[in-house]
């Protein structure tokens, strides 16, 4: 029997809340109307609360909220919150049968933050600061889930972010049509000068398709080629790394340290893109990290700004942080404190902890009940071919 101390946890609570985005996302793959956010507390006995998050772009949300409060949540009670490593590994055993990744590592992440939310009070130091962050700043690039604007729209998108101080910036790329995507990346390469430019295909391709869509995006010298193919297919990523000139990236929908490595170890990528909330938190995610520094590749976050920017100040030599369009809370309104993004760049907060408090007022008017039913969208309903 686990003997009590003032650092044993108490209590979890689990909330689900699907908050509509204020622009839908559409990618090759997803459109994407709502974000479901799992909100979960932890109290110690000594009564202090620490607040972690998971969430998912409007599928599966209210299955992870279940899983942690039926199923992962009981397991926390009584153990102690300075033995992390140990807790995060019964509680992503616990979700290996049913399966290592996915739903199951969303729940464990929530459950993950907020441990080091606890652990960041306890110490009185930011999160960034106990793994080793030693910036207050970091710069962001700007993204957004765009392929569905026609390509006036986009270029008025991208100038847009431009105006506002950005540096860098990532498009999506898949229409049926790849003479498209060819003049949208050259509009907006226009708009941009020479400064960075990323594009991201969400998996939309096959490998011969692959390898014929990267030599025409060529010319325009983009940073990487992002998730050109599906994730699960990491012989073909490989085959495709040693013939094609656009370095690779991926990550965001890879969630084990295992699946990782298979990436790693076959060269099939050069920059590296673990999710914090899909790897299973912060715990997992770091560990990702160095990984890939062992091969020299660059770790570049992806998306979930908040929890992303505290993890890449750990990070030496990492690439800017993603700001995806409408994603980030304080795009959406949901925190008491909205984080400063201002030319290019993020603004870490000092505060103990993660730094994040939710504004449960705003946040509770999209409280899901776990019987939700979610009608999905079609992609296709949302694009404007104009030109």
Same mark, same amino acid.
């Given at each position: ?45 000594n ?7 998971s969430?998912?772009?409007g599928?599966?949300?209210v ?24 807790l995060w ?31 960041g ?16 700043e970091?710069?962001?690039?700007a ?12 270029v ?25 995507d ?6 907006v390469?226009?708009? $941009? ?7 991201d ?6 490998p ?6 990267i ?8 940073v ?21 000139? $656009? ?42 990290a ?19 920017? $505290? ?30 993004v ?18 449960r ?12 039913t979610?009608?999905l969208?079609d ?9």
């Amino acid at each position: 029997m686990a003997v009590l101390t003032p650092f044993s946890i108490a209590e979890v609570t689990v909330e689900v809340f699907r908050v509509p985005l204020v622009r839908p996302w559409v990618s090759a793959a997803h459109a994407i109307t709502h974000h479901e956010h799992i909100l979960i507390d932890i109290t110690l006995e000594n009564g202090m609360t620490g607040t972690g998050w998971s969430s998912t772009m409007g599928v599966g949300g209210v299955a992870v909220a279940a899983l942690a409060r039926s199923y992962l949540a009981p397991m926390c009670i009584g153990k102690n919150v300075f033995d992390h490593e140990a807790l995060w590994l019964s509680l992503w055993k616990r979700c290996h049968q049913p399966g290592s990744g996915g739903l199951g590592a969303l729940a464990v992440a929530g459950i993950d933050l907020a441990i080091w939310d606890l652990r960041g009070k306890l110490a009185g130091l930011p999160v960034r600061r106990l793994i080793g962050g030693g910036v207050d700043e970091l710069p962001v690039y700007a993204s957004a889930v765009n392929l569905h604007l026609g390509e006036q729209e986009l270029v008025e998108q991208t100038r847009a972010f431009l105006d506002a101080g950005n540096q860098l910036f990532k498009i999506k790329v898949g229409r049926d049509d790849p003479h498209e995507d060819v003049s949208r990346v050259a509009a907006v390469r226009k708009v $941009i000068g020479n400064r960075p430019l990323m594009l991201d295909s969400n998996q939309r391709f096959k490998p011969g398709e692959a390898l014929r869509r990267i030599a025409m995006y060529e010319p325009f010298d983009p940073v990487w080629i992002e998730e050109p193919m599906i994730s699960e297919d990491a012989d073909s990523h490989a085959r495709l790394a040693r013939q094609c000139k $656009i370095p690779i990236a991926l990550g965001e929908e890879v969630s084990t340290r295992y699946d990782f490595w298979r990436y790693v170890s076959s060269g099939a990528v050069s920059y590296l893109q673990p999710n914090v909330l899909k790897v299973g938190g912060i715990t997992e995610w770091l560990k990702i990290a160095h990984l890939g520094m062992t091969a020299n590749l660059t770790i570049a976050p992806h998306g979930a700004l908040e929890a992303s920017a $505290i993890v890449a100040t750990a990070i030496p030599g990492c690439y800017a942080v993603e700001n995806i369009d409408g994603g980030a809370f304080t795009d959406q309104g949901i925190l008491e404190e909205p984080l400063k993004v201002q030319g290019g760049r993020i603004h870490l907060s000092d505060k103990p902890g993660l730094g994040i408090t939710f504004d449960r007022k705003a946040i509770g008017a999209y409280r899901a009940d776990f019987d939700t039913t979610v009608n999905l969208v079609d992609p296709g309903s949302f694009y404007n071919n104009g030109r």
